[in-house]
């Protein structure tokens, strides 16, 4: 199982920006899909997740109504929609499937 994060960078309050996470390894479609991130002094936390089909999302109060994850079952590739963004929003994003290994992570920063 491999995970690529991507599309992460620096981007001004009120920004946005689309993250991307490639996988390979498994069959993409069968799996519910995350994203998580962990900002500095802080401990991971879950803020989305995607069923195989794409039908049902799920998503953190914090980022409901600000973020939307997809998934293209054809490039097994689950993105993540991130608009209005905030400074809290800072941290280092990583998507996850059940029983994988963490990928490297992209970095977002949001400047005020």
């Known amino acids: 199982v491999r995970l690529v994060e991507s599309g992460g960078g620096v981007v001004q309050l009120g920004g946005s920006l689309r993250l991307s996470c490639e996988a390979s390894?498994?069959?993409?479609?069968?799996?519910?899909m995350k994203w998580f991130r962990q900002a500095p002094g802080k401990e991971r936390e879950e803020i989305a997740s995607?069923?195989?089909?794409?039908?049902?999302?799920i998503y953190d109060d914090s980022v409901k109504g600000r973020f939307t994850i997809s998934r293209d079952n054809a490039k097994n590739t689950v993105y993540l929609q991130m608009s209005n963004l905030r400074p809290e929003d800072t941290a280092l994003y990583s998507c996850?499937?059940?029983?994988?290994?963490w990928g490297p992570g992209t970095q977002v920063t949001v400047s005020s």
């Open positions: 390894g498994f069959t993409f479609s069968r799996y519910v």
């Open positions: 996850k499937v059940i029983s994988g290994p």
């Open positions: 995607i069923s195989g089909s794409g039908e049902d999302t």
